[in-house]
């Protein structure tokens, strides 16, 4: 069973919004914007959120890079958001399919070094053993670099930022592989002064 | 078809994080918490997200006064989460299932007057007719006091965060009569200055 009925690459898209508990949060949200090429993303931005849409690896790109260089601001910023591929109900619109494979923000983000705890979930859409998809699928002991821990409802990640969306990614790139509709929730958040104790 | 297969209510949680976009955000998230009576739902919270567990009733009820308290003091803040029940992974621990159904946070709640966006998204878990459990069990339109209107991946809601709240209370409790799993995600945000212009 392939998902690329279609013959091409599939949308994957990013409901996110970027939280920085600061009083400068207009201007760290603004300036990690400035830093970041969106161009092989669709984008679209209001005051509860922003989606990004596109190829997934863009997709992942665009979200890891925001994040990453509004906590490179040293504030207690959180990003909170769903990725999501293949739902029935969406369109081909709004989303730069054409674009070359090559992420944009991949050199920058390597020069960052931020540490960071997440939680996630991943949805499996449509399938009565969608229980079984999740944990055959999730290998996350591959993931040397980031910390793996257990909590209700969701997978508790902590390490470097660019490894957690690296796990974040091959999770969600390994059920979509055999789930068409699959959805993943995050929670992270950098700088947080619970975290320095 | 019945859910509630142990003769029993069923366990809900929501796993969420408020963010206020300030430097009291301590003082903010500490000051709201100490205006809910939380007595009635298991509750854990870490540097990334809270969890609380116990009747539906009570989880709703927390977390929107969680938000209404926050949101009261005028600063921008903004809340995301996701409820679940149901989940076949799930325990029967950390629950207060025995609790009178009555909410403890309503009267103070109802004080409040506050105007929010939010933006949510409903997924039954394990059905190959989940897109029907969504469309069939979502009227909104009856919810005549919350604007709805439709983004990539989720259904908006504006309006007072009481009447917001009761819209995906209602959503959620309607589809987990017929779908034994499910979960919702939901970003609300409340005085925000893209908001304002």
Same mark, same amino acid.
């Given at each position: 069973?392939?998902?690329?009925?279609?013959?091409?690459?599939?949308?994957?898209?990013?409901?996110?919004?970027?939280?920085?508990?600061?009083?400068?949060?207009?201007?760290?949200?603004?300036?990690?914007?400035?830093?970041?090429?969106?161009?092989?993303?669709?984008?679209?931005?209001?005051?509860? #959120?922003?989606?990004?849409? +596109?190829?997934?690896?863009?997709?992942?790109?665009?979200? !890891?890079? @925001?994040? &990453?260089?509004?906590?490179?601001?040293?504030?207690?910023?959180?990003?909170?958001?769903?990725?999501?591929?293949?739902?029935?109900?969406?369109?081909?619109?709004?989303?730069?399919?054409?674009?070359?494979?090559?992420?944009?923000?991949?050199?920058?983000?390597?020069?960052?070094?931020?540490?960071?705890?997440?939680?996630? #979930?991943?949805?499996?859409? +449509?399938?009565?053993?969608?229980?079984?998809?999740?944990? !055959?699928? @999730?290998? &996350?002991?591959?993931?040397?670099?980031?910390?793996?821990?257990?909590?209700?409802?969701?997978?508790?990640?902590?390490?470097?930022?660019?490894?957690?969306?690296?796990?974040?990614?091959?999770?969600?790139?390994?059920?979509?592989?055999?789930?068409?509709?699959?959805?993943?929730?995050?929670?992270?958040?950098?700088?947080?002064?619970?975290?320095?104790?």
């Amino acid at each position: 069973m392939s998902n690329k009925s279609c013959g091409t690459s599939r949308i994957a898209g990013c409901q996110f919004t970027l939280y920085p508990m600061s009083d400068k949060f207009v201007d760290i949200i603004l300036g990690a914007l400035e830093e970041v090429d969106t161009s092989k993303v669709w984008k679209d931005t209001d005051d509860v #959120s922003t989606c990004v849409r +596109g190829k997934m690896t863009h997709v992942f790109d665009v979200t !890891k890079a @925001i994040f &990453l260089h509004a906590a490179k601001t040293g504030d207690h910023v959180a990003m909170n958001g769903t990725f999501s591929i293949g739902c029935p109900g969406d369109t081909e619109a709004d989303a730069y399919m054409d674009e070359a494979d090559e992420p944009l923000n991949e050199e920058k983000s390597q020069q960052i070094s931020q540490q960071a705890g997440c939680k996630f #979930s991943l949805y499996p859409m +449509g399938r009565e053993d969608y229980m079984d998809a999740i944990y !055959k699928q @999730i290998d &996350l002991s591959k993931h040397r670099n980031v910390e793996v821990s257990h909590a209700h409802y969701a997978t508790r990640l902590d390490g470097d930022v660019k490894d957690i969306f690296q796990a974040l990614h091959q999770s969600f790139d390994s059920v979509q592989e055999k789930v068409s509709h699959v959805t993943m929730t995050f929670a992270i958040s950098a700088n947080s002064p619970s975290n320095q104790a």
